[in-house]
Nanobody
Framework: QVQVVESGGGLVQAGGSLRLSCTAS????????MGWFRQAPGKEREGVSSISCSNTSTYYADSVKGRFTVSRDNAKNTLYLQMNSLKPEDTAVYFC??????????????????WGQGTQVTVSS
């Protein structure tokens, strides 16, 4: 049984930082591209960042480029998202997801098979 669990969300002031973590079990982690997504109230889920299975390629939505950094530790089955210079518009539930492909350059949610329950990130102004 595949389990994906996010952690690290919270309340932070604008300009602050948070680091999200995501641990996946029940799958061959190093064979899966991973992605971070977010969903704000009343909005569709959107792709934030993704990373190839081998940790060699990363991708970002334009809205977070230069502020967010995605990484993974395949030995620990863990995905990370370092978020700096946070803005109130970054407020959302953040989800981690796994895609059964090594290619990480796809931020469409439909491409990802396994999802976590999400962690809330709130940025106050």
């Amino acid at each position: 049984q595949v389990q994906v669990v996010e952690s690290g969300g919270g309340l932070v002031q604008a300009g602050g930082s948070l680091r999200l973590s995501c641990t996946a079990s029940g799958l061959t982690f190093y064979a899966y591209a991973m992605g971070w997504f977010r969903q704000a109230p009343g909005k569709e889920r959107e792709g934030v960042s993704s990373i190839s299975c081998s940790n060699t390629s990363t991708y970002y939505a334009d809205s977070v480029k230069g502020r967010f950094t995605v990484s993974r530790d395949n030995a620990k089955n863990t995905l990370y998202l370092q978020m700096n210079s946070l803005k109130p518009e970054d407020t959302a539930v953040y989800f981690c997801a796994a895609r059964s492909s090594c290619y990480g350059g796809d931020l469409r949610p439909v491409r990802y098979a396994y999802w976590g329950q999400g962690t809330q990130v709130t940025v106050s102004s």
